[in-house]
């Protein structure tokens, strides 16, 4: 709600005033109609909308366009920042912490990085906007490679929300809600405003477990619980998408009684439901909004501005401008102090600071309420009293002294495969290699993890090891990297594993 979408036309407005082009890169798809109607709404030119939603005859048409189009806007998810544009003028990378913005496979690139590298060789202005940086992008700034523009107010009338912990140990809870949170949703509906309750889960349930010998539905091709669904009626794996029907009784003590443990926004819309019977609930997850238009249709049903409870997982987090909604609650905020991810914290604080900015986007003062077992820990403490900045600085002096990107540099070569000694055989080959390598070109900064299990070792039916590089030099990963993977792909053990070379990788699972 600081106005970076008015800072960008107004860029927009001069590059194009030039006879130039500009490329906006988003996040996801969803956020993509939104953007465009706000510059259809300032602009009287040509704007093409690029992402993996379009059919490939009109991702065709698209990039032969905006090829040989004079001037115009491009609007697109990650692969847009490779579209050949006639007399490109300004990049624009929206929501720049994302982790959408990162190929995971096949092709492994940022596109963050990319479109900074791009704008480079072009010799044009590159803008990185986000409520939340990245660690990597602050940490450029302290080493003056970008320069910082802070946006320090909201725009119009609008103020931050104030944000408030709800403590709900030893606290009863209602299907996930506590009652001060109860409270405060009847009060702001009562008042005619909307409420969104944020919860990165979808599903009914994470597990289901018999009460009678402790059996959990696990799913067979992967080290993960299979999650209940009401709407279809199955169990259902988030990792590889195996589907299973729901057992009647327990497939081994055979004891018919199979409880649901834990919440994910079908169960809380269905007690939502039950606790305000004539409130609208609009669930927004990846469930709800598999067809075309159904993003779209939920979006501009919210901003009526008819009072309802939207009930939503990070689809909710960034970017959307919902002037009604002047409380957001949030289930569950403490994942991130128990993940194997260094990078956990910094994604936690992200994510509360983006979904709290949702509230009290216009006129309407918002409110924020996370519920959390941990309200005495520092971090979150800092988090919601000194703000994101003083989060992300006191992250940095950590990683520093723990040696850890951004102040060092990762590679993560990965292995899978169906045997399960195949991928941690074929790793120990790639380490001889890189040791060798190392020796070779007297790279002595260089330090290697492992072979070491994935932290899911076994996933859709394979299982999975890694080894990590770690360097504080990135040139001295680049001259031992190029000639390791030439010798990789002639490796004979290649053949039989699914291995890839992750630069600066933002996840390990």
Known sequence: GSGKTEVYLQLIEKVLALGCSALVLVPEIGLTPQTVSRFKQRFNIPITLLHSGLSDQQRAHDWLHTAQEAKGIIIGTRSSVFTPIH???????????????????????????????????????????????????????????????????RAGNASLPSIELIDIRSRPLQDGFSQPLISAISEQLANGNQVLVFLNRRGFSPILICHECGWMAKCQRCDARLTLHLHPYQLHCHHCSAQKPVPKQC??????????????????????????????????????TRTKSAMQNLTDQIKVGVPCILVGTQMLAKGHHFPNVTLVAILEADAGFFSADFRSLERMGQLIIQVSGRAGRANKRGKVLIQTHH????????????????????????????GLPPYSHAV?????????????????????????????????????????????????????????????????LHRLIAPLCLQLENLGGARKVRWSVDVDPLESI
């Open 87 to 153: 007399q490109l003028g300004i990049i624009i990378v929206d929501e720049e912490h994302d982790l959408s913005f990162k190929q995971q496979d096949g092709l492994r690139y940022s596109a963050r990085d990319v479109a900074v590298m791009r704008a480079h060789q072009e010799n044009i202005p590159v803008i990185l906007g986000s409520a939340t940086p990245s660690l990597e992008s602050l940490y450029n700034v302290q080493n003056n490679r970008y320069h910082h523009l802070h946006l320090p107010e």
């Open 251 to 288: 497939p081994e003590c055979s004891h018919t009684e199979l409880n649901p443990i834990g919440v994910g926004t079908e169960r809380s819309e269905q007690a939502l439901s039950a606790l305000f019977p004539k409130t609208d609930i609009l669930r927004i997850d990846r469930d709800t």
């Open 375 to 402: 309200a005495d820990h520092p971090l979150l403490n800092q988090l919601i009293t000194q703000g994101y900045p003083a989060f992300a600085r006191h992250i940095l002096v950590e990683r520093q002294q723990t």
């Open 412 to 476: 993560l070569i990965k292995a899978e495969a169906v045997k399960e000694q195949a991928p941690f055989e074929f790793l120990n080959l790639v380490q001889e290699i890189t040791e060798q390598l190392i020796t070779t070109y007297q790279l002595t900064n260089i330090e290697l993890f492992g072979p070491i299990p994935a932290v899911m070792y076994k996933r859709s039916g394979r299982y999975r090891a890694q080894l990590i590089l770690i360097c504080s030099e990135r040139k001295s």
